[in-house]
């Protein structure tokens, strides 16, 4: 069963919490926090049915199951993730095909793929190749 989104009067649910995504970046006074606070706006400006909490420790993405991951390790570059959830597939799920014109995704897995940006402006001027990701992915996830 899908998750329903909480109304106003409910109680915020651990994938629509992007309080607890503030607290994480405070927290972690990464460097690159901007960086990722520009992909929070672009998430939430590509469908605003997408929210966000705190999965596998770090700002995550969800809608209808969580769908991708913004991870910061280390000094490198933010890595965000675009996955099928934690819950096992069937052997159809894999080898999952989207369109991306612009060469952002380096494939990870079968189910699976990841982007990476060092700066703001580096999003900023892959928003609109990485907005059509997000939707593209979001009809993928829905397929499988």
Not at 16 to 21: L, R
Not at 74 to 101: M, Q, S, W, Y
């Amino acid at each position: 069963m899908k998750a329903e989104r909480p109304t106003a009067k409910s109680k915020r649910t651990e994938w629509d919490d992007p309080g607890a995504v503030d607290a994480l970046l405070r927290k972690s006074n990464h460097p690159l926090n901007p960086v990722v606070e520009s992909i929070r706006a672009l998430m939430r400006k590509a469908d605003p049915r997408i929210t966000e909490g705190v999965k596998w420790n770090s700002a995550s993405f969800y809608h209808e199951g969580w769908f991708a991951t913004c991870n910061l390790r280390g000094v490198g570059p933010v890595t965000l993730v675009f996955h099928l959830g934690a819950k096992p597939r069937d052997e159809d799920a894999t080898g999952l095909k989207i369109e991306d014109p612009d060469g952002l995704l380096a494939w990870l897995g079968p189910d699976r793929a990841a982007t990476r940006f060092r700066t703001v402006a580096e999003v900023a001027s892959r928003a609109p190749a990485l907005s059509a990701l997000m939707r593209g992915w979001l009809k993928l996830r829905a397929a499988v």
